[in-house]
């Protein structure tokens, strides 16, 4: 509605209109003239837009309209109708993006991403598998480790996760279980031995 010089011949009646003055064939009338005419459909949705702004103005302004911020309301009313606008088609493109991805996911694989909570490696015998609750500087795991008389098979640092095995076989679940105990122990774990040994 920027810059109409020209009125339109129905334009008298949108303000009967949008106040729920028209009744019964008149209401008809227009209705269905301004579903047939977008410009008279832009007229009613532009009052209707500054009957809404003008409607949330205390009372105490009415007196003294403010043009400057009667027209910043209407532009920011404008801006929240276009973000809304956005949003349900973003969202559902968002999660037909999902859809796709996951739906063309090859969960079949047999290079499986296996976690250290896995029994991915085959030791001979049975092996403690212990993730520490922080990271331990050099010093700290030499210190744990002989204060339990261990040795590592395998170290994983960026997992804070090492393999030991205690310096007799038969002491594996007395181990783990002092470990479970240690608040430097997020999970102490009996790896079996493998199958085949």
């Not at 969960?107 to 092996?127: C, H, K, M, N, P």
């Not at 170290?155 to 007799?168: C, F, G, K, M, R």
């Amino acid at each position: 509605m920027n810059n109409v010089t020209r009125k339109h011949p129905l334009e008298a009646q949108v303000t009967d209109y949008i106040n729920n003055r028209l009744t019964g064939a008149a209401l008809m009338q227009f209705e269905d003239a301004v579903a047939d005419d977008a410009a008279l459909a832009d007229i009613v949705a532009f009052e209707r837009r500054i009957k809404k702004v003008v409607g949330k103005e205390p009372q105490a302004h009415a007196s003294k309209p403010s043009f400057a911020t009667l027209e910043g309301k209407l532009r920011d009313e404008t801006a929240r109708a276009d973000r809304r606008a956005w949003a349900l088609p973003g969202m559902a493109a968002i999660m037909l993006a999902l859809a796709i991805g996951i739906g063309s996911w090859d969960f079949s694989s047999d290079d499986d991403y296996r976690t250290l909570s896995d029994d991915g490696i085959a030791y001979e015998q049975a092996t403690l598998r212990i993730i520490a609750t922080t990271q331990w500087s050099e010093a700290e795991q030499l210190s744990f480790l002989s204060q339990y008389n261990l040795r590592i098979v395998a170290s994983y640092p960026e997992a804070n996760t090492i393999d030991v095995l205690p310096s007799q076989a038969t002491q594996v679940q007395s181990v783990a279980d002092k470990l479970a105990r240690d608040p430097r122990v997020r999970i102490a774990r009996v790896l079996p031995p493998s199958q085949g040994q």
